[in-house]
């Protein structure tokens, strides 16, 4: 499965917060308000749902040719044709990840506050890598907070750098400017009042000419 038509985007990262009732609905928001890519993140032991939501998800995304990235599940991800998969740190994972979704697929890579670990996963076929919590994140609130120059020394590694992590409409702009390609939200997105509104507000933070 290859999408090289699609390759990971700058800008706005959507990461979904289901299951919930109006999922689709957000995601046609955050999607419609200028999210550059958009990740289907449910771990809950619920299979047909979870497919169901994420072809529904798929549909929208290729509406907007936006890339849909599954959450930590390659089966998944090849089941409903999207375009790569997010994983924690492993080696072998992502050079299975790659084996599988083919050279054209999106991999991304979570490298917490590791320069190090960023390193390896771009040596092993990571499209980008996401560092953090930049923030205390109230999806997971124990995890170690980054350092922003992790933005700033990672700018060699020929892949995009995702910030991640407590981020929102207000506190961004520093992490773009330190070097993040793409600034990633969940909970200050999908739980805000208004998702249009709060994804255009994340998409005004990156200049309309990025590819």
């Known amino acids: 499965m290859e999408h090289t038509d699609?390759?990971?985007?700058?800008?706005?990262y959507a990461i979904t917060n289901g299951p919930r009732a109006d999922l689709i609905d957000a995601v046609a928001q955050a999607l419609a308000g200028g999210a550059r890519m958009l990740q289907y993140l449910d771990d809950t032991p619920d299979p047909v749902r979870r497919h169901a939501?994420?072809?529904a998800i798929a549909q929208l995304c290729r509406s907007r040719e936006v890339p849909l990235i599954i959450h930590e599940d390659v089966a998944l991800a090849q089941a409903v044709g999207a375009d790569g998969v997010h994983l924690a740190h492993s080696l072998d994972a992502i050079r299975a990840a790659r084996e599988s979704l083919g050279p054209g697929a999106i991999i991304g890579v979570a490298c917490r506050d590791s320069l190090a670990?960023?390193?390896a996963a771009a040596r092993a076929g990571a499209s980008y890598v996401s560092f953090g919590a930049m923030y205390p994140s109230p999806t997971k609130p124990?995890?170690?907070i980054a350092p922003a120059d992790l933005l700033r020394q990672s700018a060699?590694?020929?892949v995009l750098r995702v910030a991640i992590g407590g981020i929102t409409p207000d506190n961004a702009a520093?992490?773009?400017e330190a070097g993040a390609d793409c600034v990633a939200s969940i909970s200050?997105?999908?739980d805000a009042p208004d998702v249009y509104a709060t994804a255009r507000r994340f998409a005004w933070l990156f200049p309309p000419s990025n590819p």
């Open 188 to 190: 200050s997105l999908f």
């Open 117 to 119: 670990d960023a390193r």
């Open 6 to 12: 699609t390759p990971a985007r700058k800008g706005l």
């Open 156 to 158: 060699a590694l020929g």
């Open 142 to 144: 124990l995890a170690t």
């Open 174 to 176: 520093s992490l773009v």
């Open 53 to 55: 939501e994420a072809v």
